[in-house]
Every structure is written in structure tokens, then in C-alpha cells.
């Protein structure tokens, strides 16, 4: 009964995002009030509907309801309690389920949150939110419905793919679909604009904490599969630049330079165009990689739809999305009217920079992705674009955009002054320079490149936190006044610091790694010691137990420094009982920012145990910097009626200024 | 009971008859530096079995002979553009992780310079239309110092 009432819900939210998509627009355009009202209550009311159809679906999952044939085929009734509530969104129907919430989630948060929009772009938001779930919904309830049942319920499930059943990828997925569905708002925002056919500064402002929402999720989400993949495929790998992946991080890219050209945008008015094409390639780059995870075009964990029906559905919603705004844009955004003006070296001129460069290397990414799926549809070849391609490609345009990060924090407004920043930067350099030095004579390095990869980093590291010390002045006006100081700054100012500080400390954390990680592969009989690192460790001893849902074999090790015992180690390897699939669970210890990694080979016939022993220098910076990065986001949303990141001689007048410019917002 | 003797025998099939996990001690070479560059040519090399893994981390049968192939390829004093040539001949361009550059890779390589290019010359283009427009009055040229300066003052005085 339950999950025929989630199915009535996910059916009559279909029809209400059907009168949201027209009666909104429609009244907008015609300046019609009572069209425009239906709006917000209709999308607060799909949000409880696709609420209620959600909670039916893990109800039938808690309760190991095995007459809904969604649930025998990802669910087993030994399985942990956490795994059977991922289990929902662990499978095709119900992650589709699942990132129809979230879009709805964000059309009522709209509804709720722009009381202050004027009226017209309010509804015509809403509507183009609604042709997002429109076609979305009936993705679900047409090819893709989780609640169907079976006349003869088995008495046992199939269980989830094992490895889903791991803590990451269970939070993994919302996080990435908040990250992903959040641009659908922005999207809507443009698309609204383009109808409209107004834009000004105030749209940027309304815009900025979607952005600011979606960036930080979206980079939450893909630390976080990029940390799974780390430990759970048992190689010791962080990225591996599959298409999974890839789809995931070109809307990070572009969403990077949409937070970036917003900030223009709010601050000086200049760049509307692009930025409103930023929105709509963010969104349409988000639904591009709901096509390649979701259609099964690619044959991966993640991609488990294997119908190509469902394909060619997605994809058609895809090319309508692309196709019709990208219309709408060239249709519309002519008239739009070009603001601010800027001299080349500027802090626009250098956020124009930032954006040229995040973009390539998005089109890098794409081309990279899509080509070897386009040209063996096109003309039957098979090739491979693996990471050699990527690093080659992807990794040089990274240079320009960390050298220019600090100059572009301080650079001012409209005219730089890049020979004053520079010698601002002097000592940032200094600092540079010396942690550079000091931390490839650390590693032992001969290595040339990764002194040099040392030294970018570094740049951004102080760069970063130069500004905060160049506001205070502390070398100037004393300690005491310039911690005074400090409590003053706008968080705005916060939030660049510790966004680039993230972004230097993550290319920190991947230079080490990539020039210094060591591997050892070996056979070790029980009580066999080998040093690695300066560590020595030890192979103990196997024994075989059992998990709820699977048996495993265990090995331990004993990690010891200078003789003394610092950490036992326990990899393992499992058998899950329902679907007989192996899985490696690796052990890991962490020793400051650097890790040890140990995995567990076969044993071998003379009672010996293949062994794989990795020793990862700073390692866990790459995962620090995405969450130091996402802190930076969350500080920016904390503080978005203030003016952003813009160092003003005036300060006291710049921020009445930003509050009398917000008067009408609010 | 019955349950236990299941798992026992899933887990003598799974530990013992599986497959093994990316590179064996027994695979290695005992010269180092071959050794090495058979891992650096490992992980160039695609398992065309596998999802989007380099033989050098796939734990497949097929990626497991790739690797002893590429070895003995090396053993036999084949530099590693030969040892390459080779597993394309057989296995096809897909054995590849990193595409060459041929006439139907041409736009995969030239894909994202092109885009910087082109952006490059829009923004170029883009100011200096701006600048001629500035000089031919029919955009107000920007604040001079000095009128920021009143502007600032304006403002301080309200």
C-alpha cells in the first residue's frame, strides 16, 4: 500500500511540474499576476509529493519489501541498516528518484528564499525549474519507475553491487546530485533572464548562493569519490580521469568560473553575457554527465542502466536542454546590454583570464571524454584517451591559472596596478622560495619538476593568505591594531584566502604524490619484515571471519618506527555471500599528512601473501585542500549581502554603498 | 550450518582460484631499470577487457599476460615505441591509453589549444573594439584618477 501511494505522489508531481512549466512562463511574459502566483505553491507542493514517493521507496527498503522488484534486485535483508538506506539511490530508478528530489528541494527553496525577487523573474524561474523536472519526471515514471512490483515477491534480494556498500559511496551520490542539480537553478536564473530580456548586477547577487551551494557540494562530492576510489579499488589511485569522473568535474570546472565571473558580474557589471552562457554550460555540462553515468554509453561501476531505451531518453532530454537554450541564448542575449569597462590588467582582465583558461581546460576535458565515443559511432574505430592524455593536456593549462592567483586577489578594480602587486607579492615570493627549497631538500629531490611543481603550489599557499596579512598590515600598524583589523575584514575577503589556499594545498598534496609516492610489491611469509619509507613492517599472520554480509580474509601487519610499534594494520579481502564477488579493503595509517598504504595480494602456495605496500607523501592534502576549499564556499554564502572579495581604499563607504545597493533585494 | 559451509567454499574459490591483483612479484624482471620502464609502458597500455584500466592495475587474466608480454618484449631488446607497435598490431589502437596523433585524432589533440586560441582572439578582439569605441566617443571613456578621486569624496560626504 505504501508504495502504491509513493507512486500516486510521483505521479501527481508530474502533473503539477506540468502547469509549472506553462503558467508561470506564460504569465511573465504576459504580466499576468494570478499566472505567476501558481508558481511558488506548486513547486513547494512537488517538493512534498516527491518527498512522500522518496520515503515510500526506502520504506519498502528498511522493511526488505520484496515485492517491489527495484528492491530484489539492489537489496538483501542481511544488509546493514546504512547500506539499506544507500541501497535507495544504490541502483538506477532510484538515484534517478533521488536527483529528482534534490531538483525539487532547490525549486521550493527558491519559492521560499526570493520572497525579495521581483515577481516576473521569480516565475519565469520557477517555470524553466519546471521544465527541468517536467522532463525529469517523466524520465521516472515512464522508463525508469522504481515502484513496480512483482506478482511472485522471491524470499531473498540480490543484494547491492558490494561496492556500494561502503560509507563513501553511500553519501557520495547526494553530495555529488546537490553539487550537480544546484546548476539547474542557475540555469533556470538564465534561462529567466533570457526571457525576461533584463540583467543587471542585482541578478548576480540572487545567483551567487546557488553557485556558491552547488560549487561547495559538487566539491565535496567529488573529494569524496575521488577518496573511495582511493581506498576501496585497492591500487591506491585518487583519479583516474575515467569518464565517470570526467562528467563529474567539467561542471566543476565551468561552475568554477561561473562563481568567478558572477563576482564581476555583481561587482562591476561587466561580463553578463558570458556569465549567463557560464550558467547554461554548467547546467547543460551536469545533464551531459546524467547521460554518460546514467545511459549506460560508457561501461563502468557506476554506469548500471544498461537499457538503451533509457539512453536515448536522457539523451534526448539532454540535446532539448542544450539545444533549446543555447537557441534561447542566441535568440536573447543580443539585446542584453554590455556594462562595466576594464583595462586589460585588472582584476576583471585577470578574472577574464581565470575564465579563458578554466574553460579550455573544461573543452580539454570534454574533447577527451566525448571523442572516442563520437568517432567510433561515426566511423566504427576504437581508441582509448586514458590520463597520459589528460596530463598532457589538462595538466599545462593548470600552470597559467596558479601562477596568476595571488596577482589576481590583489590586483585592483578596473585599472591594476600589476608592477605595485608585484612588489606587494615580494614576500609571499620570498616565503615561496625558501618552502620550496626546503621541502624538495626534505624529499631528497633531484627532481627538477616537482621542485618546480613545489614552488607553484607554495605560491598559491601564500599567495593566498598574503592578502588577509596585506589588509592588516601588521608589519605597519602593530599586532594590536592589526588583529583589530583582522575581526574587521569582510568574510568575503575569507573565503578567497581559504578557497585558494584549498586549491594550493590540493596541488600540494598532488605534486608530492606524483613524483615521490613509492610502490613495493613482494611475497612475505608470516613474521617477514620489510622497510619502507623508514617504517619497518611487519607480516603477522592471516585468519578468515565473517560480516554480516560476507566472509573475509584478514591480514595483519605491524607497523614500527625506530623499533617501537606505532600501529597494527589490518587489509583485507572479501566475499560478499549473496552476489560472490570479491572486494580488497586496503588499511591505511596516517603519519602527519603522509600515509601508508597496504593492500592484500593472493596467497601464494608456499603459505606466503602477496603484498602491496604504498607510502603516499602528503597525500591527504589533495583531500584537506577540496575541503578547505569547500570551507572557503561556505564562509562566501555566510556573507553574500556583502560586497565580494574586492579590496576597497574606502571600505566604510563601499559597504554602505553594497547596503543601499541591496535595499531593493530585500 | 548450510551457510557456513557456503561461505567457506565461496571463500576458498574467491582466495585461491581468483585472479590476481595488478603486478605478481613473480612477474617482475630482476633488472630494475627494465623492470621500471615495463611499468611505465604498463601503465600506457590499456586492458581492453577492462573498464578504463592500464594493464599495470587491472587484475585480469588478459592484463596479466599483456604485462609478462610487454616483459619479455623488453627482454628481447625491443624499445618501448616497438614494444607499443607491436601490441597495436595486435590488439588494435584501443590497446592505447594515450591516442596518437594521426588525421582522426587530429581535432582530440588540437580540441583544447583551438578553444584557448579562439578565446584568446575574441577577448583581444573584444577590447580592442572597446578601445576604438572609447576613442571614437561613442562609449564614455572610463574615470580618470582624478575623478574617481571626487567621486570618492562625493561619497564620503554624504
Known sequence: MIIEIGHYALVLALVASLVQSVFPVWGALRHDQRMMAVAPPL???QFVLVLIAFAALTHAYLTSD???LNVIENSHSDKPLIYKISGVWGNHEGSILLWVLILVLFGALVSMFSRNLPQQLRAATLGAQGWVSFAFLVFVVFSSNPFLRVAQPPMEGRDLNPM???????????????????????????????????IDAAWARWVRPWVLVSWVFLTLGIAMGSYWAYYELGWGGWWFWDPVENASFMPWLTGTALLHSAIVMEKRDALKVWTIFLALLTFSLSLLGTFLVRSGVLTSVHAFAVDPERGLFILGILMVFVGGSLSIFAWRAPLLKQGGLFAPVSREG???????????????????????????????????????FFNLTFGPLMVPVLLMMPFGQLLAWKRGDLWGVTQRLALAFGMTLVAMMLLAWFMGGQNILAALGFGISFWVIFGALWEIVDRIKPHKVGWSKAMHRFVGLPRTVFATALGHLGVGLTALGIVTVSAYETETVLTMQPGQTRDVAGYSITYDRTWDQRGPNFVERVAEFTLRQDGMVIDSMYPSKRVYNASGRPMTEAALHTEGFSQIYISMGDNTADGGLVTRVYYKPLITLIWIGALVMSLGGLIALLDRKLHVGAPQPARKSATARARAASTPAE | MRNTVLSALLLVMALWGGPALAVNPDEMLDDPALEQRARDLSAEIRCVVCQNQSIDDS?????????????????????DQEVLDYLVERYGEFVLMKPRFAPHTWLLWAGGPLILLVGAAVIFIGLRRRRKQISEGLVPPPLSAKEKQELEDLFKEE
Not at chain 1, 360 to 384: Q, R
Open chain 1, 43 to 45: 513547486a513547494n507542493a
Open chain 2, 59 to 79: 587484475n585480469a587474466q588478459l592484463a596479466k599476460d599483456l604485462r609478462l608480454l610487454v616483459r619479455e618484449r623488453l627482454q628481447e631488446g625491443d624499445s
Open chain 1, 164 to 198: 556500494l556498500q561502503d560509507i563513501g559511496l553511500a553519501i557520495h551520490p547526494p553530495l555529488l546530485y546537490v553539487g550537480y542539480v544546484g546548476f539547474s537553478i542557475v540555469f533556470s536564473f538564465a534561462i529567466a533572464a533570457l526571457i525576461i530580456g533584463r
Open chain 1, 350 to 388: 585577470a578574472l577574464v583570464l581565470n575564465n579563458l583558461f578554466l574553460t579550455t581546460a573544461t573543452a580539454a576535458v570534454f574533447f577527451g571524454t566525448l571523442y572516442p565515443l563520437v568517432l567510433e559511432a561515426m566511423t566504427g574505430e576504437k581508441i582509448s584517451v586514458g590520463p597520459p
Open chain 1, 66 to 68: 520484496f515485492s517491489v
